[in-house]
């Protein structure tokens, strides 16, 4: 075959597939912008009836998949919990708060990945692991997805046990301990960094990615073929891992810059010589910085999550059909204050124009976008030092050698 034939041949199948790829795209925008349909407030949130936001929806495991995750996932993070010690210096709890509202705040602010019609944000556990170790880092997380759960319905009830094991267990204590720390040895220079980031952020984003397609195929959901969506899954992720492995060398840099004493050691996970107040405030003023006014020029397009499950489905919707399916989203829906980021108003309608205006425009300058990155980081700042503390008061204090 000549060249020119087989460029044609190649051109004309690129340009194909290309649109089956926006067709698929468009199609899940659209979701998208109907989610909050003044018609049907409940059922148009995303995580009440199967529709995705950031995280795994309930739609998409059984019952039984979703009580073992959630048994697997309070194990390890209650033996986590048990790991903070009573230190003396009482600093590593304000700077796990702290650091947890960074992360949901940044978890606002999707970014677009060129060329697929896709979006995704930033995981954090890894950037949590480096700056508390793993076992807080695990703590902050949970509380976070929770926080997300619960009050943003942001990711299923049921499906918030994958959720934790997905974001904080693979980052937190299987990329950070194996991959991260071997990679960064005993010099933090950035090069090191660098390495030890990226290679430890595509370790712990793939085994999460691979962790919700083995989650669904448990569950036996005959619309994603397993095959099929772990072939979606990955690719789509390994590009989300990749800037988070940048955005995570830029904040480790600045951050063990500006204190080393941050830098984690051989001896401990995290060493603190100083005092943590300008780190944690630096780290809640960006957080309310992003949470809200950067949230606005979030990406619009579907989330790597969603993305796969559309093309794997042909787009077609999922919902939960079980009896505790249909509870939870009834729990969901009662505890959700501000669902999807914004507003409802009384009856589960949206505020007139708020939903059409953000479809329309971007960026999406929303009153109700804001108060949920404020609050929400204010939320995970009391969540997690609660946390923090309560663990600290149940183990004795350890006497000085």
């Known amino acids: 075959m000549r060249p020119s034939v087989f460029a044609s041949l190649a051109r004309q199948r690129l340009f194909e597939y290309y649109k089956v790829w926006n067709r698929n795209t468009d199609s899940v ?7 909050f349909d003044p018609t049907d407030g409940v059922a148009a949130r995303g995580s009440f009836q199967g529709e995705l936001n950031m995280h795994m929806a309930d739609a998409l495991i059984s019952p039984a998949v979703g009580g073992a995750m959630w048994l697997a996932s309070a194990g390890l993070t209650a033996y986590a ?12 709890v304000p700077l796990m708060g702290v650091s947890g509202a960074f992360v949901f705040a940044t978890q606002m602010i999707n970014f677009g990945i060129p060329a697929t019609g896709s979006s995704g944000h930033l995981g954090g556990g890894l950037l949590l692991a480096a700056l508390l170790g793993p076992c807080p880092a695990l703590v902050v997380m949970a509380s976070v997805l929770t ?7 942001d ?11 997905n974001l904080g267990v693979c980052p937190c204590l299987i990329a950070y301990p ?8 005993s010099h933090t220079n950035l090069r090191r960094v660098f390495i030890a980031s990226l290679a430890a952020s595509i370790a712990g984003v793939e085994l ?9 195929a448990l569950s036996n959901r005959a619309e994603l073929p397993f095959s099929t969506f772990l072939l979606l899954m990955l690719p789509i ?23 080393p004493d941050l830098q984690p050691t051989r001896s401990q996970p995290t060493g603190y010589s100083q005092s943590v107040v300008p780190v944690a405030a630096g780290l809640l003023a960006a957080a309310l910085v992003l949470g809200g006014f950067v949230s606005w020029f979030a990406s619009t397009r579907p989330d790597g999550l969603e993305w796969s499950v559309a093309k794997a489905t ?16 009834r729990l969901q829906e009662q505890s959700a204050i501000l669902p999807d980021y914004g507003f409802l108003g009384d009856g589960g309608e949206a505020p007139a124009g708020e939903n059409e205006a953000s479809s329309a425009h971007w960026p999406a300058a929303q009153l109700g976008s804001s108060v949920s990155g404020i609050a929400g980081s204010l939320f995970v700042v009391l969540a997690a030092c609660a946390v923090g503390w309560v663990s600290r008061a149940a183990r004795p204090k350890r006497e000085p050698s």
């Open 29 to 35: 925008e659209s979701r998208r912008a109907d989610r």
């Open 81 to 92: 919990s048990r790991t903070i010690d009573a230190r003396s210096d009482g600093r590593l």
């Open 147 to 153: 926080i997300q759960s619960l009050f943003f319905a």
């Open 155 to 165: 990711g299923g009830l049921l499906a918030l046990g994958c959720n934790i094991f």
């Open 178 to 185: 194996l991959v991260f720390r071997p990679l960064l040895g």
């Open 208 to 216: 999460g990615a691979a962790g919700v397609v083995i989650q669904t």
């Open 237 to 259: 992720h390994l590009a989300i891992a990749v800037i988070e492995g940048l955005a995570t060398t830029v904040i480790l840099g600045f951050l063990w810059r500006a204190r």
């Open 314 to 329: 042909g787009s077609s919707p999922l919902s939960g059909s079980t009896p505790l399916h249909a509870e939870l989203s």
